[in-house]
C-alpha cells in the first residue's frame, strides 16, 4: 500500500500526533501527523463490498513511523455526512483506538476537509462545498478561507436539491465533493483528505469529544432503516432504538 504525501504545513498543537481518519466517500484515508507537519497518508478505497482497509492503513501507517497508539496525542475523525456504513466503520475504530490508547478523539466535518482541498486555488473569501445526499439532493456548507489558506464553517449542515443549491450558491465559488451531476457549474471538483486537517482552523475540530456518545454526522438515514419503517409504519425512534 502506497503513502500519499501531502505538503508540510503548520498546525495549530506543533507537538500534536494526530491520527486522522476519514471515510465518508469512496475516497477514504489515513494520514498521521506528527510535530505540527504531515508525515503521510495512505488512501483508502471505501464503499459496499469492499474488505475493510482502514485498520490495515492504520497499522501500516504507524509501523512505518515507528510509533504505537499510545505514543498518540489523539484520534481525529471525519464525521461526515456521507456513507453511513462508512462513517460507522471509521468511527468504531478512532473510539476503539482512542479507547485502548486512552487517547482524546476529536471530530472534523468531512465536508471541510473536502473544501480544503480548494485552498490552494482559491482567494480568501466565501465558498460553498456539497456533496451528494442521495435522492436528488445535496449536503451543503457554506465556508470562508482565510489569509492563511485556511478554511471554516459559515453555516450549519444543509441538505437541499440541485435547484435550491443553485439559487443558494449565489455568485460564490462552488466545489463539489469528488463529483458533479453539473459540472460545467463547480469551480473545483474537491476530495476530503484527511490530510487536509492541516487546512482546517483549529477551533472546528479541536474539542474534545465523549467516546461513549459521540457519533458522525451521518446527514440522513441509513437506507435499510428508510426501507424498514416505511414497511413497518414506525420509527425505530418511537420504538426506544437509537
Same mark, same amino acid.
Request: aromatic content about 4%; proline content about 6%.
Given at each position: 500500500?502506497?503513502?500519499?504525501?501531502?505538503?508540510?504545513?503548520?498546525?495549530?498543537?506543533?507537538?500534536?500526533?494526530?491520527?486522522?481518519?476519514?471515510?465518508?466517500?469512496?475516497?477514504?484515508?489515513?494520514?498521521?501527523?506528527?510535530?505540527?507537519?504531515?508525515?503521510?497518508?495512505?488512501?483508502?478505497?471505501?464503499?459496499? *463490498?469492499?474488505?475493510?482497509? #482502514? @485498520?490495515?492503513?492504520?497499522?501500516? =501507517? +504507524?509501523? &512505518? !513511523? $515507528?510509533?504505537?497508539?499510545?505514543?498518540?496525542?489523539?484520534?481525529?475523525?471525519?464525521?461526515?455526512?456521507?456513507?453511513?456504513?462508512?462513517?460507522?466503520?471509521?468511527?468504531?475504530?478512532?473510539?476503539?483506538?482512542?479507547? *485502548?490508547?486512552?487517547?482524546? #478523539? @476529536?471530530?472534523?466535518?468531512?465536508? =471541510? +476537509?473536502? &473544501? !480544503? $482541498?480548494?485552498?490552494?486555488?482559491?482567494?480568501?473569501?466565501?465558498?460553498?462545498?456539497?456533496?451528494?445526499?442521495?435522492?436528488?439532493?445535496?449536503?451543503?456548507?457554506?465556508?470562508?478561507?482565510?489569509?492563511?489558506?485556511?478554511?471554516?464553517?459559515?453555516?450549519?449542515?444543509?441538505?437541499?436539491?440541485?435547484?435550491?443549491?443553485?439559487?443558494?450558491?449565489?455568485?460564490?465559488?462552488?466545489?463539489?465533493?469528488?463529483?458533479?451531476?453539473?459540472?460545467?457549474?463547480?469551480?473545483?471538483?474537491?476530495?476530503?483528505?484527511?490530510?487536509?486537517?492541516?487546512?482546517?482552523?483549529?477551533?472546528?475540530?479541536?474539542?474534545?469529544?465523549?467516546?461513549?456518545?459521540?457519533?458522525?454526522?451521518?446527514?440522513?438515514?441509513?437506507?435499510?432503516?428508510?426501507?424498514?419503517?416505511?414497511?413497518?409504519?414506525?420509527?425505530?425512534?418511537?420504538?426506544?432504538?437509537?
Amino acid at each position: 500500500m502506497s503513502a500519499r504525501v501531502f505538503p508540510q504545513e503548520s498546525l495549530a498543537f506543533p507537538s500534536a500526533r494526530l491520527l486522522v481518519l476519514e471515510s465518508s466517500t469512496t475516497a477514504g484515508s489515513v494520514a498521521l501527523i506528527a510535530d505540527g507537519a504531515l508525515v503521510a497518508m495512505h488512501p483508502v478505497a471505501m464503499g459496499a *463490498g469492499r474488505e475493510d482497509q #482502514l @485498520f490495515p492503513a492504520v497499522q501500516a =501507517l +504507524l509501523k &512505518a !513511523a $515507528d510509533m504505537q497508539p499510545q505514543h498518540l496525542t489523539g484520534v481525529v475523525c471525519g464525521e461526515g455526512p456521507g456513507s453511513f456504513t462508512s462513517l460507522r466503520i471509521a468511527a468504531s475504530l478512532a473510539k476503539g483506538l482512542a479507547h *485502548g490508547a486512552s487517547l482524546s #478523539l @476529536f471530530a472534523v466535518s468531512s465536508l =471541510l +476537509l473536502a &473544501a !480544503a $482541498d480548494a485552498s490552494d486555488a482559491l482567494p480568501a473569501g466565501p465558498a460553498v462545498v456539497h456533496g451528494d445526499a442521495l435522492r436528488g439532493e445535496r449536503y451543503v456548507l457554506d465556508v470562508r478561507f482565510d489569509e492563511n489558506r485556511r478554511v471554516q464553517a459559515q453555516s450549519a449542515l444543509q441538505r437541499m436539491t440541485l435547484e435550491q443549491l443553485d439559487m443558494h450558491v449565489a455568485g460564490r465559488p462552488r466545489l463539489a465533493v469528488l463529483s458533479s451531476p453539473v459540472p460545467e457549474l463547480e469551480t473545483q471538483v474537491v476530495t476530503p483528505w484527511s490530510a487536509h486537517l492541516l487546512r482546517v482552523v483549529p477551533h472546528a475540530w479541536t474539542r474534545v469529544v465523549p467516546l461513549e456518545s459521540w457519533e458522525p454526522q451521518y446527514g440522513r438515514l441509513a437506507e435499510a432503516q428508510v426501507k424498514w419503517e416505511a414497511s413497518h409504519g414506525a420509527t425505530l425512534s418511537s420504538l426506544g432504538v437509537s
